[in-house]
């Protein structure tokens, strides 16, 4: 295989920096992940084994290779090694996912994403010293279970057991100054921002006083901020 400097030629440096990250897999997830990271301005390294695949994303993203992941040598062409960031987003085919996640951890990529598709595959991950183990479609179906239930306009459990909840303001705490409305007190979540109609997203406050119509943003132990959202 070609060296990365013969592949990428002068970007070979550029895209290593600390603001780029390297996508392993482009399937569905991998794809969307990829796709969303150089919209929001990160310099991205796509790979994978499918050629039909490479062909579709080329020119999407910053650079897109095909190769295969449970090779060293094709990482270290790469110059994977060299990233701050690399996500495997493998789904199809665990034991390339566990095989490509084991050469990184060996080659101290400083932060490792890996996509698992079921427990067993992510506490293996887990065990590999992968550090972050993500389970899109389980984390989804959770979060669609939320919105379909009506209570929140929407979900986010941020860590095992803590959630934050976008919702619309129960009629008991209207009118009042959240100091006074003793929702931390009396519920256990937290007011951490709030929108009247289409205005900018504010930080709230003990003093700040919410309406009608208003939209929150609440955190807290996901069993608290459940119950909130379904207050009325």
Do not use: C
């Amino acid at each position: 295989m070609a060296s990365f400097s013969h592949l990428f030629g002068a970007s070979s440096h550029r895209i290593a920096e600390a603001d780029s990250v390297a996508v392993i897999g482009l399937g569905r997830f991998g794809s969307s992940l990829a796709l969303e990271l150089v919209d929001a301005g990160t310099e991205v390294l796509g790979i994978d084994s499918d050629e039909d695949i490479v062909q579709s994303m080329n020119g999407r993203l910053t650079q897109v290779v095909r190769a295969d992941s449970t090779r060293r040598e094709a990482l270290e062409q790469l110059a994977v090694p060299e990233f701050d960031r690399v996500v495997i987003a493998i789904g199809d085919d665990v034991q390339a996912s566990i095989l490509t996640a084991s050469l990184l951890i060996q080659m101290r990529i400083p932060v490792v994403w890996a996509k698992a598709v079921s427990e067993q595959h992510g506490l293996i991950l887990e065990q590999l010293g992968v550090h972050h183990v993500i389970y899109p479609e389980k984390d989804m179906g959770r979060r669609v279970a939320h919105l379909v239930r009506g209570a929140a306009l929407d979900y986010l459990e941020i860590d095992r057991g803590y959630a934050l909840v976008k919702t619309s303001v129960p009629e008991r705490f209207r009118g009042v100054t959240l100091g006074q409305a003793g929702i931390r007190r009396g519920h256990g979540v937290t007011v951490a921002a709030y929108r009247r109609g289409s205005a900018e997203w504010s930080n709230a406050d003990t003093d700040t006083v919410l309406h009608d119509g208003d939209t929150v943003l609440v955190v807290g132990p996901t069993r608290r901020v459940e119950e909130f959202a379904q207050l009325r």
